[in-house]
């Protein structure tokens, strides 16, 4: 499985976005995604752990390689 950046919780909900997931409500300093039937929760934090990142993506419904493969388009 490939390795997941460590990337910030704004970063993350950049690429979520280019995924086409759209931000629903924030509570605090967590940001709920939605896309369809699928969502996450994203903490705003400065660094994501890589088990909360990972769990992020599970929910989300999308794969590891998507979202690394989206995350490397930005840069």
Excluded: D, W
């Excluded at 976005?17 to 929760?41: T, Y």
């Excluded at 903490?43 to 990142?53: D, R």
């Amino acid at each position: 499985m490939p390795e997941l950046p460590k990337i910030s919780g704004n970063q993350a909900i950049k690429i979520f976005a280019r995924l086409g997931f759209r931000i629903a409500r924030q509570r605090g300093s967590h940001v709920v995604l939605r896309k369809g039937n699928h969502g996450c929760v994203i903490p705003i934090h400065k660094e994501l752990a890589v088990g909360t990142l990972r769990s992020a993506i599970k929910q989300s419904g999308i794969t590891v390689e998507e979202f690394i493969g989206t995350y490397k388009k930005q840069r």
